[in-house]
């Protein structure tokens, strides 16, 4: 069975940083895009920033500029540094791999970690 497991998450002071981590486990054959999606109190769930195999990054307006997406697929590991932290970032930070585990050429599936609690104090 595959896995994601984010670590990272905590309490953080206006203007401070924290770095994110996400890891898989299990049997894969190859990796497509990784993400970190968010979700506040009350609000829905939305990307927060995007790398693809290639290296391609996207990310949302509200935190361009202060987050940096990267990954190390080696160790099957999606990180997201996030700097200037606002009140505003405060949400549950989930981790999104595109996994392909039916083989090589197999098709990529999406699997989701349970999510890391970002809190950022005003």
């Known amino acids: 069975q595959v896995h994601l497991v984010e670590s990272g998450g905590g309490l953080v002071q206006a203007g401070g940083s924290l770095r994110l981590s996400c890891v898989a486990s299990?049997?894969?054959?190859?990796?497509?895009?990784m993400g970190w999606y968010r979700q506040a109190p009350g609000k829905q769930r939305e990307l927060a920033a995007e790398?693809?195999?290639?290296?391609?990054?996207n990310y949302a307006d509200s935190v361009k500029g202060r987050v940096t997406i990267s990954r190390d697929n080696a160790k099957r590991t999606v990180y997201l540094e996030m700097d200037s932290l606002k009140p505003e970032d405060t949400a549950v930070y989930y981790c999104?791999?595109?996994?392909?585990?039916?083989?090589?050429?197999?098709?990529?599936?999406?699997?989701w970690g349970r999510g890391t609690q970002v809190t950022v104090s005003s």
């Open positions: 999104k791999q595109e996994l392909r585990v039916r083989g090589l050429w197999g098709p990529a599936n999406d699997f």
């Open positions: 299990g049997t894969i054959y190859g990796i497509n895009t």
């Open positions: 790398i693809t195999s290639g290296g391609d990054t």
